[in-house]
């Protein structure tokens, strides 16, 4: 009896270890839901802004190996770099947006929306959710706040190219998010 109720266990841990990422704040639709309206709202904000402009240092600077990198991850690594991506998000919408023409109440709702994504996904990652930081993500979020907002003294404009590259790095999380949920 007692060999029956390990090999009942183990075969239950070995199913659970080589099945997909099980998360029900993903499965349910509330990612997705969450994904839009956070991008909803970075498009309201392009809406009320003065300038629209592009930056070639921006540009230029953009990740792309981080996030082919993360591609190639586990699905756990994926939610993880998501996660931090997300985090990374909010502690620069909390910057001095005042010279920006976005209501406030959008960039709040904004950082709620993002933060409690990044919540909630971090939640999927289990025991994973708390690996360390990417630097090299991390030191690219600080050089868009001192090389972009403290340069360009946190001017409309750097606010412009700030909202335009979040939208990039959001939509490019969301394909490592669909990635996981449906490779593993």
């Known amino acids: ?9 183990l075969s239950l841990s070995l199913y659970s270890a080589g099945s997909s990422l099980s998360c029900r704040w993903i499965t349910a639709g509330k990612f997705k839901k969450h994904n839009e309206r956070y991008l909803e709202l970075l498009d309201t904000m392009a809406n ?5 402009t592009e ?8 990740p792309d190996h981080l ?21 990374e998000t909010s502690v620069l919408f909390e910057e001095d947006h005042s010279s920006a023409s976005w209501e406030e109440n959008t960039v709040e709702n904004f950082v709620n929306v993002v933060t409690q994504q990044a919540d909630e996904l971090r939640s999927c990652i289990g025991s994973h959710g708390h690996k360390k930081k990417n630097k090299k993500l991390h030191m690219y979020f600080q050089r868009l706040s001192s090389h972009v907002l403290k340069r360009m003294g946190h001017s409309a404009e ?8 979040v939208k990039v790095h959001l939509m490019r999380a969301n394909q490592l ?3 996981a949920t449906r490779t593993n």
């Open 1 to 9: 009896m007692l060999n029956r109720i390990f090999f009942v266990c």
């Open 48 to 52: 009320n802004s003065t300038n629209s």
């Open 55 to 62: 930056d070639d240092e921006v540009k230029n600077t953009f």
């Open 67 to 87: 996030y082919s990198q993360a591609s190639k991850a586990s699905a756990e690594d994926k939610l993880a770099f998501t996660v931090q991506v997300l985090n």
């Open 158 to 165: 750097a606010w412009e190219l700030i909202r335009g590259e």
């Open 177 to 179: 998010v669909t990635s």
